[in-house]
C-alpha cells in the first residue's frame, strides 16, 4: 500500500550526486560509505554521477585511496567497486567564490551532455550533499543558488545541522534559505528520523488496532525518551562546551522523536501533511522554563580499564574553567491538547552514563478501579538502539498453582525474531529518500522554528549561568535527582523478572 | 493482593477426602495420581485422610496395589508414597442402601475421633467427591444428606458431568441438589476452569491496562473459541451418539471459555461475584436456532499409519445406522449487550480433525480510516492447549529499507519463555480449590440454567433429526462450510510469515 | 417496547388487596387515596376486593367516613366513588392472635368464592399491605402465613421501612421474612423508586446514546446527590431521635437514587437483573468511617413568619438534652470499580434547610487540553422534586457580536414542556406494581445487607456519640463546612447566568 | 479567555475603507448598512474615513442620497447619521486605468494626512474592499497592488466569490493574488462564516466536555447538512445557469459547514491553526464522483399566491433549454480518517422548496445492543437559520404511569431563550474582524484548492450534461428519491410529537 512511499522514482535524465565538503570527516566516514552501500545494492541507479568538492586539490585516484579505507569492501566486490569509483569525479575549488561554482557548474553540465543519449535534450537533475562547517554556509548556498542550478530538472539540497542556535539565529537561517530555494528543494537531516524504529513509529501507531485507542491521556501515565552515551566528550570539550547536551541531542534528535511519538494522526502519510502534524504538536508545547528542566555534569569516576572516565567534563583543559556546561539533562514537556493534557513527556539524555541506549518507554496508567490492587503495570518499550526492539510489559497469572499477578512481556526482538538481521544505516535511508524526493524524514522550517521556541528561553538562562548542574559520576545513571524527579512525575520503577524474557539478553533496567 | 485466593485454608480439625466410585476409571487415572501430586508437593495437609468407597471388596492393600500404577512414583518418592499409602483407608457399601452410608459415617466418624487430639472437641470436615455413573447419582447425594453428613465441620460435594441433557433434565438436577445441600456445599466441575490459560483470563482481561480498554466491539471484530481433537470416537461412538459434539464439548466447557473471555468486570473476585457475571452474559444470549449452527460428521479418509482414520463415525458397529449425530459443530453466539452488540462469537469443535488444539482468537477490527489500506488485523491468541501462550498478531515496518506494512507478533510462549514448566493438571488445581473451599472455578446451578436454556432449542431439533451434518474427512480442519461461514460473519484469514515466529514452532495454522 | 413492564396483567381469578393497619396514619393519609386514584383511572380491575383490618371495630360506614375526607372525590366522580365505596371490606382483629387471622382468612376466603363464577374453581389472589408499626411485624407476619395465605393463587405481600437499623437487625428481619416467604412475594417499599425522575434514570442512561458513553470516571468529575426539607422535626423530635437523618433520609432513598445513577447496565430489564445491579454497585463500596461524613444539627434562627424556626433541634422537648443526633449529613461515598474509581459520589440530606429539593448533579470534568481555558464545566442536573427537570448546562458562544464562552442550558423542565402534568404520586406507580407482580422497584433483602455493610459503623460511632455535629441557622444551606469540603473534592460552583433560563423559574442555586 | 478574538485592535493611526463598486448593489445593500451598523454601535472608530469608488461620478450629497434609503436611520439616530455621513467620500474612476487609481491613492494619501495630528508622521491602514464583477477583478487587483499600497501601515484587501469555476481557474486565481499580496493580506468572503451557529461551532465542539468524546464515527450514524430556499431564480435564471446549484452553494457554504463540523480540534484558536484543520479535514475526502451526487431540478406548481411557483426552471426566458442545470443537488461526502470513516456527511441544497432553512443535523447511532430496542435515536440539531436554535432530541420515560421509551428534546432555542435577541448579521461580523486583522473566519488559498478538488470532476461532468437532474415540483422538498437514498444511508426519519416543544413553534421536519 505504501510502497511508493520508497519506490526508486524513475529519474528521467541524468543523475548527479555533488559532495561538497568531500574531504572532510563526515564526508569520508558517513556519506562515501553509505553512496557505496546504495550503489552495490543497486538502490540508486548505476549511472548516478558523483561528484567531490572540496579545497584541496585531489586527482581521481587520490579520491579513491582517501575514500576506499571506509567502505570496506570485500573481496568479492571488487568488481562492483570498480564501476562505483569509475562514477567518482572531483572538482576542487573555493567555497566563497562564485567562480568557483561556475566552474563547478560548467563541469557538472559537461558531464550531463555527455551522459546523455545523442540528440536528446536531457534533464538534468542534481543533489547537493552540504557536508559544511557553518562557517560556509551562507556562501556556499548563495553560490549554487547563483551558479550551480540545473534549469532542466531538479535540484535538492542536503543540510546538516546545525540549524541556528536559537530561535533568532534559526529565523535568520531559515530566511535565508526561503529566499534562495523553495522548501520542496531542502532536506534538512535529522539523522534520528533515519533510524528503523522511529521511522516504524508511524505503523506502530497508526497501523494497530490494539494501540491506537490507547494512545492518549486517558491510558498513558506519563512517555519518555531517553538517550544516553556511555563516553564524554573523548577529548573534544571545548568544541561541545558551545552548545551543551540540550543543543547537541535533546532539541533535535529527543524533540523529533517526541513529535513521532504524540503527533495525530496525519490525514494522508504524504511528507507535508506529516510535518505538518509535527508542528502542530510542538505548537501545543509552552516554552520551557528552568523549572521544567534538570541539568547535569560528569565528575570523574575512574573505572577500571575505561581510562576516559578518569577526567571530569570540566578536566578536560579545553573546557573552560567553572563551566556550567550540562553534559546531562532532563526536561518534563506538556502538550497542552486533549490527547496529551496531563501526562508528562520526560526527555533525558546525556554523555558518560552507564551504557549506550536509545529508547522510548510508554508507561500506561494503573488499572481504573483494579481488581487486583498493587499489581504492576503495562509499558510499552520501543527500544531505537541497540539492539532494536518492542515489547509490552504485561500482566499474567503467575504460571502454576498461585493465583498471583506476575509482569511479564510481549515481545518483539528484533534480534531473537529476525537473527541477524541487517537493518540500514540511518543515513543510507535518508540519502535513499533524497533520491526519491521523498521528505518525510526531513525536517521542515517550521519545525525547527517551533523547536527553538521550546528551548530558546531556558537555553539563553542555562547559556547566562542561571542555572547549575548537578555532578554525576562517570558511567553512573545520571544524577540520583533525575530519578526522583521521574517518580515524583508519576513513573513507576517497576522491578522486572528478567531471567525469563527474552527482551533481557539485550538491555538492562532503565 | 489475591494471595489468599489459593492460600492453604488452615484447616480446624480434621480432613477426610471420600472417593464415591473409588474403583473406577475416573478415580484411577485421574483422582488418585491428583490427590497423589498434591500430598506430595505438601498442598494438602499430611493428615488427610483418603477414603475410597465403592461395591467391590478390597483390603488396603490391594487399594494400594490398583493406584499405584497410575501413580508414576518415581524411586526418590517411596517414602513420601509410602506415609501417602498410610493415609488411604477403604469401604466397600452399595450405593442405593442407606444403610451402607451409615456404615461409611460410623467409619469417618472412628476416624475423625482417631485422628483429633486426645480430650479436644474436634471438627470434623468432609470432602465427598462423587465419580459415579449418572444412573446413581440421585440415590447417593440422598444418602450422603440422610447419613454422611458432618455436623462439626463443613461438607463439600465434588460434582462432575452431564448436568442434564437439556433444560428440563438440568433443573430437576438443580431442584434435587438444592433440596440436599445448599449452594456454598456443591462444587460442580468443569476441568476447563482448571486450566492455566483459563484462569489467566481473568488477570489478563482486568489486570491489564493495554487490554481492558479494547476489549469491546468498537475494537474487536469477532471472537473464536475452538476446541479440536485428532482422533475419533475410538469405539465408544455408541455413548457418544447418545450425546453428540455440543453436549459433549460445546455447551460445557466453550460455554464456559466464552463466559470467561465476555463477562464483565465483576464487583470483587470473590467467587459469586465472578459466578454472577458468567450468568450476567449467558442472560444477554438468546437461545440459537439451527441457523446459528453449522454440523459436521467425520467419514473415513484413511491417513497412513493411523488406523481409526479408516472408519468414519458411522462405521462404528456400536454407532447406530444413519445417525445424524454432529461430531463437529460450529455456532454463531450473539451477545446482546453493550460490549458485544454485533460481535459474532464463533464457537466450534470437532473430533477427528487435524490436530489437537484449543485456543481463543480476539480478532481485532482493522483501523477505521487506516492510513495504510490493506495491512493486515491485529489478532490475540490465546492459547489454551497445547503449548500454552498468548501472542498478538501485530504491525510493523516491515524490518529494513522499506517502508511496507508487515505483521509479526508480540509474543508470549510459556515454553520460549519459560522453559519447561511442569503447569499443574487442571483436576489438581480444582481439587486443591475444594480444599481451600474457594467456588470461583466451579459452575453455580444458574449456569447450567442459562448455559441450557441457549442450547435446548437446537439440541431438541438436532435430536429429533432436523439438521444434517456435513460429512468431513477424518484428519481433515472440519467441513470447508465452516471456514466459508467464518469468512461471512468478519473473520479475516490473514497468511502469516510463521518462519521467523517464536510462536510457530509449537502452532499450526487455524 | 417495554409497554409490558407497566401493563396490567391479566388477573386470572379474585383479587384482594388487605390493608392491615387500615385506621392508622399512612392508611388514610396515602393508601386508601392511591387506591382511589386507581380504581378511578381503571388502572386497577373493577372488582377488586380491598379489605382493611385493624384492631378498632368499624362499620362499613364508618370505615367509608373516614377515609372519604383524604380522597378528595370530586362531585363529578360520586358514582365511580359509589362503586369504590362498595368494593370496601373491613375486619377487625388482633394483630397477635392466630386467631385473628384464621377469621380473617375465612372472611377473605368467603368473599372470593361469592365473587367467583358460579361452578368455577377460582383462582385467589391476595395483597397484604403491612401499614403497621415495626412492633407487631414479626407476630403479622407469622400470622399472615400461617393462617391468610391463598393456596390457589399468588400472594403478595408489601412492607414498609424500617428495615432495621443496621447490618444486625436487618439479618434478622431478612431471616425472619425468608423464612416465611419467598422473595418473589415480599415486596418492599422505598418510595423514592416510585418517583418519575427516579425511575425515568434507567432510560435516560441506557436510552440515550450521547450519555452513555460518557457516563463513567473518564468524564465525570462528581456526582451529587441532594435532598433538603425547608422543616424541622415539626415536635416529633423525640421519635427522629432514635433515628437520625443518615437512617432516615441517606441510608435507604438517597443510597437507592444512588444505585439508580452508579449502576451498570442490566442484562435485561426484568426486575432481577436490575436489582442484581443496584446490589454490584454496592458490594463495590467499602464501609464508611467517620472521615467520609459530615453531620449538622440546626440551631433555632427565628425566621419572620416561620414559627417552626424559632426552635433549633435539641429545644423541641421531646428531644433528650444534648443529644447529637444528626440532623444533617454529608457523606463521600467511593465505588472502586471501572467506571467509578476516583469519582466522589456526594450524599447529601437535611432538615430545616433553605428549600424542599431532591436532586441529582452529574458534573463533567473539564475538557481536556481545552482551548477554552478557564470555561465552565458542563453539568446535568436531574431534578427530582418539586418541578420535574433534566437540564444540561452547556458552553456556547456568548450569543452577538463577541466571542466568549458562555453558560447556557439544554432545558428540558416539564412544566414549561408539558404544562400541568399530573404526574402520578410515587405510592400509586408502586402499588399498581405490585398488582402487576413487578418488582423492579422494590428493594430486595440483598440490596438492604450491602447498604447496612456501608453504613452500620459510623452509625454505631455516631451512636455512640463519636462524631460532634456542626450547629446550622434553621432555614439556611447547611453547614458552611459542607460546600467548603464539596470545593475540596472538586465540585466546582458555578455562578449561572439564571435570567435567561426556562429552568430558572422553578429552581434556585445548589 | 477568548476576549482578544474580536477585541477592537488599537489602529496605530488612521483608517480608511475603501469600497470599489460603490454604486453596486451588494454595495448599497449590504456594506453601507453593515458600515452604519458597526459605526453607529461604535464598534469601528468614530474617525475611519470610508470612500466609495465606482465609474459613475457623484457627489457626495449623491452619494448619502443613493445609500441612505437602505440604512434604515431612526429618527434618533439622525444626529450619529449625520457623523457617519460626514465621513463618506466618493471618488469616481475606471477599474482598468493605473491612471485612476493613482488619483484614488492622491486623494487617499492627502485624506489621511489631513486627519493625522499635526506634526506627527502618521501610520495609515487601508482595507479595500471589491463589490465587483469577475471580469474587473484582475486589472483592479494589479492596480491597487501598483497604485494604491499604503507603505506606513497595513493593506487588506476583501474579496467576494466566486473564487473560480473548478480547480484549473481557482488555481490561476489563487497564483495572481499570491503574486500580488500575502495571505495576510487577503480577506476572502465567505459569509456563512459569520453565522452566529457557524461561529459557535468551535466552542460547542471545543467546549463541552459532554459533545467532545462523542464526535466520531463510534457514537455518531450520519451527519446533514441542509441549505434550503423557499423561492426560484427569481428571473435571474439565465445568470444561475452558468453555475448551478453546486458551484453556487454547496461547494462553498456547505463545504465551510462542513469543515467546521468535521475538523480536528486546532492546536490553537489562532486563525492560521484552526484554518490548517479545516484544509486537513478535505484533504480526507476523494474527489466526488456521478454516483455521490443527486441533482433535481424545479418544475412549476402553481401554488396558491405565489406567482413564482408557476414557472419552472426551464420556463424562465433566460434560461437555455434543455437545460440540465441543477437547483437542487444531495452529496454523499466521506472523511477517510480515524473519526469519520465510514460516517456519511449528507450536503443537501436547493432552490423552489418548502422553507428557508439552514441547519446541520448530527443523528447519533442506536444505543448498541439497546435495552429499549426500536426506541428513537438521540439527534443534535444545530439550526443555522433562521430562528437560531441547538437542540438535542433525547429519550427519556414518557412521562406518567408508563415505563415506555419517549423522544423529547434538550433545548436551546434562541428566541425563546434570549426573547427578540438582535443577533448581528454575518457581514457585520466579518468586516468588524478585517478591521481586526482577525482572519479566522475568512478563507485561505489552500481550502480553495482542496473544496475544488473535491468537486471539480462531478462539475465538469455535470457541465457536459452527463448527469440528469429530476423534477421536483417548486415548493415541494425536493424529489422524493433524496429522501429515500438518505434513508439507505441510515439516516432514520423519526416522526416526533413537536406539541409540546419549544423548538416547534419556529422549526417544520426535515
Avoid at 59 to 75: A, G, T
Wanted: net charge neutral; aromatic share 10%; glycine share 6%.
Amino acid at each position: 500500500i505504501v510502497s511508493e512511499f520508497v519506490s526508486a522514482e524513475r529519474v528521467h535524465g541524468t543523475l548527479t550526486f555533488v559532495l561538497l565538503g568531500a574531504s572532510g570527516d563526515l564526508a569520508k566516514k558517513k556519506i562515501y560509505p553509505v553512496l557505496w552501500a546504495l550503489f552495490k545494492q543497486q538502490l540508486i541507479p548505476e549511472a548516478t554521477t558523483l561528484v567531490g568538492y572540496a579545497r584541496t586539490a585531489l586527482s581521481h585516484q587520490q579520491l579513491i585511496d582517501q575514500i576506499k579505507p571506509f567502505l570496506k569492501v570485500k573481496p568479492a566486490e571488487e568488481a562492483v567497486f570498480a564501476r562505483f569509483a569509475a562514477n567518482q569525479r572531483y572538482v576542487a575549488g573555493t567555497y566563497d567564490q562564485l567562480d568557483s561554482f561556475k566552474s563547478l557548474n560548467d563541469f557538472l553540465s559537461e558531464q550531463e551532455a555527455a551522459s546523455a543519449p545523442a540528440g536528446s535534450r536531457v534533464q538534468s537533475n542534481r543533489v547537493f550533499y552540504l557536508a559544511l562547517p557553518p562557517t560556509v554556509f551562507v556562501p556556499v548556498t548563495h553560490n549554487i543558488r547563483a551558479a550551480c542550478m540545473s534549469s532542466t530538472g531538479w535540484n535538492r539540497l542536503i543540510v546538516e545541522k546545525p540549524f541556528g542556535r536559537d530561535s533568532d539565529s534559526c529565523a535568520k537561517l531559515n530566511e535565508h534559505l526561503a529566499s534562495l530555494f523553495n522548501e520542496q528543494e531542502l532536506y534538512r537531516i535529522d539523522h534520528y528520523l533515519g533510524k528503523e524504529m522511529i521511522q516504524n513509529m508511524l505503523i506502530l501507531r497508526f497501523g494497530n488496532r490494539f494501540l491506537a485507542p490507547l494512545w492518549n491521556r486517558e491510558n498513558i501515565a506519563s512517555i519518555q525518551i531517553t538517550f544516553k552515551e556511555p563516553f564524554g566528550t573523548q577529548g573534544r570539550g571545548g568544541y561541545f562546551d558551545g552548545f551543551g547536551i540540550i543543543r547537541d541531542v535533546m532539541q533535535n534528535h529527543l524533540v523529533q522523536m517526541l513529535c513521532m511519538v504524540a503527533m495525530e494522526r496525519p490525514a494522508t502519510i504524504d511528507a507535508d501533511d506529516i510535518r505538518q502534524e509535527k508542528v502542530k504538536v510542538l505548537r501545543a508545547i509552552k516554552p520551557l522554563t528552568l523549572d521544567d528542566v534538570l541539568l547535569g555534569q560528569y565528575v570523574a569516576s575512574n573505572i577500571p580499564g575505561n581510562e576516559e572516565s578518569k577526567l571530569g567534563y570540566t578536566d578536560d583543559p579545553t573546557v573552560p574553567k567553572g563551566s556550567k556546561c550540562p553534559t546531562f539533562a532532563m526536561a518534563v514537556v506538556r502538550i497542552e491538547n486533549e490527547r496529551w493534557a496531563g501526562v508528562p513527556f520526560i526527555l533525558r539524555c546525556g554523555k558518560a552514563l552507564d551504557e549506550r541506549k536509545a529508547e522510548i518507554r510508554v508507561q500506561f496508567a494503573d488499572v481504573s478501579g483494579s481488581l487486583f490492587a498493587g499489581a504492576p503495570r503495562n509499558e510499552l518499550v520501543i527500544r531505537v538502539q541497540p539492539d532494536e526492539a518492542v515489547y509490552m510489559k504485561c500482566i499474567t497469572k503467575k504460571p502454576g498453582i498461585s493465583f498471583e499477578t506476575y509482569q511479564t512481556d510481549l515481545d518483539l526482538s528484533y534480534k531473537s525474531k529476525y537473527g541477524n538481521l541487517d537493518l540500514p544505516d540511518a543515513y543510507e535511508r535518508l540519502i535513499l529518500d533524497v533520491f526519491n524526493g521523498q521528505q518525510h524524514h526531513f525536517v521542515r522550517d517550521d519545525e525547527l522554528t517551533e523547536a527553538w521556541r521550546i528551548f530558546t528561553p531556558i537555553l539563553h538562562e542555562i547559556d547566562a549561568g542561571h542555572k547549575e548542574p548537578i555532578p554525576y559520576a562517570f558511567g553512573s545513571r545520571g544524577p540520583e535527582q533525575a530519578t526522583q524527579w521521574a517518580k515524583e512525575l508519576g513513573y513507576v520503577y517497576q522491578p522486572y523478572d528478567w531471567k525469563n524474557s527474552a527482551v533481557a539478553k539485550t538491555t538492562s533496567s532503565l
